[in-house]
């Protein structure tokens, strides 16, 4: 019997080599694979490049339309493999209700749509900066930001993402302004369904990062009466700028605050120009202050941070004379722009990470406070370790239990107690 047993052994090493040589020669495929669909995106991508300045180069004046009217739009030759997208220019409104044109792209997977269209996520981004030219949709990869793209594509949702106000096509900056951040989401998917072979829906699920959270949850707030049609069936937030107040507090004594108010401040003097001068809004500048906000609000936070932090990071203690938040009329306007003033009729998912330092634990765990008190129905995961850049990816899985929980019957809220 031992005879045999020299062979069986030798057999084993052959059997796994062999097994070795197979699993190695699928991942040579696969990593080939991987590198043509890259090559193919990056040339699609920069041949898209080349058409943007006449895409976004808009006539003056532009011609009015109703919210959600496409402008322009043209397909993306360098949308993922499995999905066909266009990148759009549609009318939307600004804080006065006045006709703007605003940029963003339309995404969805290739196949057919289920009966009825296919439910779009109206996805938010975190910032980017607030000049046009910091637009994700101007991207060489216009996708790169849209987190959770890939797992929402493969669950069969169209995704609609909007650049804001004031991005990608010149307009004035909406930087952390509710009612223009929100009408642009939820007017993107208005132009989705006009897209030929979108098959968009009218149902709706909103979905924001940090500022992004800030843009979902007014437009939860406000789709009842902004865009009636929409069937909205939830919102869902990652590390939300839900409570400015909180947010410029816990902030402007950091180089996350100082950036974050020199995007906001152009911003909020160009909006409430017919409440408040120029100088009224600028007055909380120290002159150091006063002289950098305008380069810094030029710079891209993402493809300029180092420019950014090079003029921003000697003015941390020394930008502004007082707290924002108490100090008149900010202390006013923060508060408009904070989500929480109308209760939310539709279920929320709040994801934050407990190790973030620009949305603070505390100011989150405050807001979802705030929406228990309102009777909301949430669902609030708390991510250890988990830091702001990477709570949208942390909050992902969670997410996609929760989607197909909407649209019907159900159970009360376990994290209001």
Same mark, same amino acid.
């Given at each position: 019997? @031992? ?11 052959? @059997? ?45 004046? +532009? ?66 900066? &607030? &000049?046009? =030219? ?17 797992? $929402? ?12 106000? !004031? $991005? ?8 952390? $302004? ?10 993107? +998917? @208005? ?5 030929? !072979? ?40 990652? &590390?939300? &700028? ?34 408040? *001068? ?10 150091? !202050?006063? =002289?950098?906000?305008? =380069? ?6 993402? *493809? ?98 929760? $989607? ?9 809220? =376990?994290?209001?107690?």
């Amino acid at each position: 019997m @031992r005879t045999g047993a020299p062979a069986a052994h030798a057999r084993r090493p052959r @059997r796994t080599r062999r097994i070795l040589l197979i699993v190695g020669i699928v991942l040579i495929v696969v990593l080939a694979l991987a590198a043509a669909e890259f090559a193919r995106r990056y040339v699609e991508g920069q041949a898209d490049l080349k058409t943007d300045p006449a895409f976004y180069t808009l006539p003056s004046p +532009v011609p009015s339309g109703d919210p959600g009217a496409i402008i322009r739009s043209e397909p993306i030759a360098s949308a993922p493999t499995g999905s066909s997208a266009w990148r759009v220019i549609y009318h939307s409104q600004n804080l006065a209700g006045e006709d703007i044109p605003v940029s963003g792209v339309v995404i969805v997977p290739d196949g057919p749509a289920p009966a009825g269209g296919r439910t779009v996520i109206a996805w938010a981004h975190p910032t980017t900066g &607030a &000049a046009a =030219k910091c637009a994700p949709s101007l991207g060489l990869d216009p996708f790169q930001y849209i987190e959770g793209l890939h797992e $929402l594509l493969a669950e069969g949702y169209a995704i609609a993402a909007t650049d804001y106000p !004031g $991005l990608g096509v010149e307009g004035e900056s909406s930087y952390l $302004l509710g009612v223009p951040e929100s009408n642009s989401v939820l007017d993107i +998917v @208005r132009a989705a369904r006009r897209i030929d !072979g979108a098959d968009a829906s009218s149902r709706v699920v909103l979905w924001g990062h940090s500022q992004g959270g800030q843009a979902v949850l007014f437009a939860a707030q406000r789709a009842a009466s902004y865009a009636p049609e929409l069937e909205v069936q939830g919102v869902a937030v990652a &590390a939300p &700028a839900a409570d400015l107040n909180a947010l410029m507090t816990d902030d402007i004594v950091n180089l996350s605050g100082v950036t974050i108010a020199s995007l906001a401040i152009p911003a909020y003097a160009a909006a409430y120009a017919d409440r408040f *001068t120029s100088d009224e809004i600028t007055a909380i500048l120290t002159p150091a !202050g006063e =002289k950098a906000t305008p =380069k810094m609000a030029e710079l891209c936070l993402l *493809t300029q941070t180092k420019e950014l932090h090079a003029i921003a990071d000697p003015l941390v203690g020394g930008y502004v004379t007082s707290d924002p938040a108490t100090t008149e009329p900010w202390k006013t306007l923060l508060q408009e722009n904070s989500a929480g003033g109308q209760p939310l009729a539709v279920p929320v998912f709040v994801g934050q990470g407990e190790a973030d330092e620009l949305v603070l634990p505390s100011a989150t765990e405050k807001y979802v406070t705030l929406l228990c008190s309102q009777q909301a129905d949430v669902t609030f995961h708390r991510y250890p370790d988990v830091t702001h850049g990477l709570a949208a990816y942390a909050a992902l899985p969670d997410l996609l239990l929760w $989607l197909p929980t909407l649209g019907g019957a159900r159970e009360p809220s =376990k994290d209001c107690g």
